[in-house]
């Protein structure tokens, strides 16, 4: 059974941190973060291929975020930097068994499984 779990969210001021995990069980998968705020669309953030060697950024965060993994590679980190109020949503990490570029899966179609979102808030 495939499991996708999120955490680390919270309330942060502008220009601060925040570090997301994502814990993603019962497969290999690739990974992908999306956020989505209040009456918008689900949007791409980033994405890692299985082995963490391939990375991908929306062009909103590149520079800011890093998408990383650890040694087990059954955990997803989204580091973020130098947060502004726009970035305030509620981000999903979600996996995909599918094999491919990491450039190619950027749409919430192409991703089967799904975590239940974590909040985060950037007061300016």
């Known amino acids: 059974q495939v499991q996708v779990v999120e955490s680390g969210g919270g309330l942060v001021q502008a220009g601060g941190s925040l570090r997301l995990s994502c814990a993603a069980s019962?497969?290999?998968?690739?990974v992908g973060w999306f956020r989505q705020a209040p009456g918008k669309e689900r949007d791409f953030v980033a994405a890692?291929?299985?082995?963490?060697?391939?990375?991908y950024y929306a062009d909103s965060v590149k520079g800011r975020f890093t998408i990383s993994r650890d040694g087990a590679r059954n955990t997803v980190y989204l580091q973020m930097n130098s947060l502004k109020a726009e970035d305030t949503a509620v981000y999903y990490c979600?996996?995909?068994?599918?094999?491919?570029?990491?450039?190619?899966?950027?749409?919430?179609?192409?991703?089967?499984?799904w975590g239940q979102g974590t909040q985060v808030t950037v007061s300016s």
């Open positions: 890692i291929s299985r082995s963490g060697g391939s990375t």
């Open positions: 979600a996996a995909t068994p599918v094999y491919g570029p990491i450039a190619s899966i950027t749409t919430t179609r192409d991703y089967r499984y």
């Open positions: 019962g497969g290999t998968f690739q």
